[in-house]
């Protein structure tokens, strides 16, 4: 596209005229078709499936019929399920983005001040994410649990202790604590690449100019992270839209812990096999996450013409 | 500590350097402080699980987890290998994750280098495939990966079930076809920072196109290889769902998704759960301390550029 607009630079001149005999565009061929073909088979083509598949009422195995947007209309209007699971997707998304990723910026500007002992901070902090989010799920209940759990030893439960992974009021704030230990660890790592990026002349040159530590910070540091900014918040989206290991370690994404992964992969795993309603379920996180994904991919793209 | 010697930078690390400006004031003991308890209040988790996994349940059923042992003993992991034959399913992870992990980073790096490099007409469409595919959730393409898996007919040399449901081949195919997209991501971001004379002169010099990619511009790539290796290892071998969804047959699960086996129908012995959680979490564990350079620089090259 834009190659065509670009004038001819001489350096180029060099690749065009012996560009891609025909063993190059054999190789080109092959090695760029198959994983473009894979790509297609794997996530896109089943994609615009489940998109299709979301009209119909079909079970997996019988004929295909046409249902038209019954489905979205019983998803909305009389699937128990749907809304508390809708719910606790935002609020994952609002504790992960108002509470956890500040957290992990607070570390990594901590971590970054170039403190004694920062490697051991940076690997303790980090630790819990290389860990699968299902033995998070499982360690939670170590933590968790009613009975024998370290939380209520610690707070010392009495004879009606507190049931922390079992009470749906309670529950599904338990699982985001678990789910923040792994992801503010993740984001600090991103921060602290980004911090160390920057110019140091900058934050000298506001020295100079008689800014504080805050004003430096939010008015020279900030602004300069930008790009760790957005994949930071795009990371954030897709892991609150992507939640599921956790909740489905611990009980299976039942009784509070509803989200609306755990609904896709209960309808058509189950008994049930409700393959057109699963779909919908999945085109609402596709399209909500396809907001989002584009938004990052422009700014991306803008990026790259600049370059 | 004394607050004046600044330690002096000898390791510094990838991520974060030893700043040799000494600062001072109140405020040190104070980020120490808070850095420390929150260090401690992040790693006690994982001591926990340790801890508890080398007691027996009716200890812990009758003091809690947060109590002073009476005996201490390996009993649990001796179970976990040998009843519930977690090597197997070691092995079953490793079947999925090696070719996973070189196939991906194989397809990738050459989507790379043409978006990268050779100025191929449609480059960003490519890129902005790859790139997006990446970010769906997973759920979006299961339920027809799903249907369509158990519709694919397998010789039986190739899978037990004659279909592609419930085989290797599924999982290996979708965690390959999905993780392509952030290793297109990171490799092109990385490639472009590579000066374009090494790859002009070999132009001149009549390289073909697998000659500027094998010969040229991979060897360049080494860190950014050995960084994406890293992580994606430590992704596909801890992913959960996949397995979860498109193999039944209990004996083939990779490890991560197996330790739902241990977990009882109506009892469920959490000090055994602990002992295979520690088995499980060790692997990435002991890969990130090993490693921690490699994955964190994985992690940060899709982030920063340049």
Redesign the interface.
Known sequence: MREREAPPVPTRTVGRRRRFTRRDAGVIGVLLGIPVLLDVFVVWGPTLASVVLSFTSWDGIGDISWVGTDNYENLFTNYPAFWPAVRHNVLWLAFLGLVSTPFGLLLAVLVDRGVRFSRFYQSALYMPVVLSLAVVGFIAQLVFSRDQGALNAVLGGGTNPTDWLGDPDLNIWMILLAAAWRHTGYVMILYLAGLKAVDPALKEAAAIDGASERQTFFRVVLPTLRPVNIIVGVITVIEALRAFDIVYAVNKGRNGLELLSVLVTDNIIGEASRIGFGSAIAVVLLLVSMGFVVTFLVQEMRGEKNR | ?TLDT??PPT?T?A?????S?P?RGPG?FG??A???A???A??A??I??VY?SLRPYEE??EH????WPDNLSLDYYQQAFTDSGMTKYFVNTLIIAVPGVLLALF??S??AF?VAR?????S?V?L?????????????????????F?RIPLPYWMSDSMTMFDSYWAVV??Q???Q??FC?FVLANFM?TLP?EIL?AA??D?A???TQ?WRVTLPLCRPALAALGTLQF?WM?????WA??FISDGDKLPI??A??NLRGQFFTD?NL??A??VI??LP??V???LL?RH??AG??L?????
């Open positions: 500590m600044a330690p390791r690390t991520v974060a350097p030893v700043r400006r600062r040190r980020v120490h808070f850095l420390m929150v260090s401690l992040f790693l988790p994982l926990l699980a508890a812990t059923s809690g987890y947060f109590s397809f990738a050459f989507v043409a050779l100025r191929l007409r449609g960003i490519l902005m495939l790859f790139t997006a595919g990446n970010l769906l959730p997973q759920q979006v393409i299961v339920t027809p990966l799903y249907v369509l158990n195919l979708v390959t076809g999905f392509i997209g297109v472009r374009q002009e132009i001149v009549g073909g196109v697998w990619y430590t071998y801890n992913d959960f769902l979860l969804v991560t998704s330790l739902n959490y759960l602990a295979g959680s499980v979490a990435t564990l890969v990130f301390l921690q994955f964190i992690l940060t899709g982030s920063t550029k340049g």
